[in-house]
């Protein structure tokens, strides 16, 4: 079954700086890949949604995440960080029957 | 429309008591989820529903857990007995169509604390 792996548990950035939250997937190339975010205290939700129509992907709040096959990779990034954005990231892919959640990296944003 | 809807927010109970956490998804969706998130384990899928038929239980720690989905709109994670590692947040959340491929929307989840 497909799975993701994030590197990094935690990332540390100052305000303004470029955020990079990585996420490698196995195996076979996925006909889907998911960023979700959770703020604190609040659940999960969608930041962006990669469907193989195009490799580079927009999401909110000036999020985006580029599709490279050639690295499997699906990272993150945000040209210049806010401290709004300091939250749970998680990359998922659809696996056996559900969607496979990756373990998460803590963004962590100062001033 | 209104969100995924969980109850209660918060949760206090003693050890050995019976636990009950309440979901009502997004009308219209087909899928329901229970998650388990802690600091140790992360984010557990513990059951999901289709159709308010239980698809996958795999997740679902010992029998002393159980969930229900009597209708499309509620669905029960009950816990009895309770114990101090039940100690969590639980994330209900639901999907349109397909489990695997539609956006998951979540509920804002309940804080349990077993004392």
């Known amino acids: 079954a497909q799975s993701v792996t994030q590197l990094g548990s935690h990332v540390s950035v100052s305000e303004g700086a470029l955020v990079l939250l990585r996420c490698n997937y196995s195996?076979?190339?996925?006909?889907?890949l998911f960023w979700y975010v959770q703020y604190p205290n609040q659940g999960l939700q969608l930041l962006l949604k990669y469907t193989s129509a195009a490799t580079l992907v927009k999401g909110i709040n000036g999020f985006e995440a580029e599709f490279k096959k050639s690295e499997t990779s699906f990272h993150l990034t945000k040209p210049s960080a806010h401290m709004s954005d300091a939250a749970e990231y998680f990359c998922?892919?659809?696996?056996?029957?559900?969607?496979?959640f990756g373990k998460g990296t803590m963004l962590l944003v100062s001033p | 429309d209104a969100g995924v809807i969980q109850s209660p927010r918060h949760e206090v109970t003693e050890m050995g008591q019976e636990v009950t956490l309440r979901c009502k998804p997004i009308?219209?969706?087909?899928?329901l989820f229970w998650y388990r998130q802690t600091m140790m384990r992360g984010l557990e899928l513990l059951i999901y529903?289709?159709?308010?038929?239980?698809?996958?239980d795999s997740g679902m720690p010992e029998d002393r857990f159980s969930a229900k989905m009597p209708n499309a709109s509620f669905s029960t994670l009950k816990i009895q007995p309770s114990e101090p590692r039940d100690s969590a947040v639980y994330f209900c959340a639901s999907t349109r169509d397909s489990p695997a491929t539609d956006t998951q929307y979540f509920g804002p989840g309940t804080r349990l604390t077993v004392l």
């Open positions: 998922a892919v659809p696996g056996y029957s559900t969607l496979t």
């Open positions: 529903f289709n159709n308010n038929v239980p698809i996958d």
């Open positions: 195996s076979s190339v996925p006909p889907y």
């Open positions: 009308s219209g969706h087909n899928s």
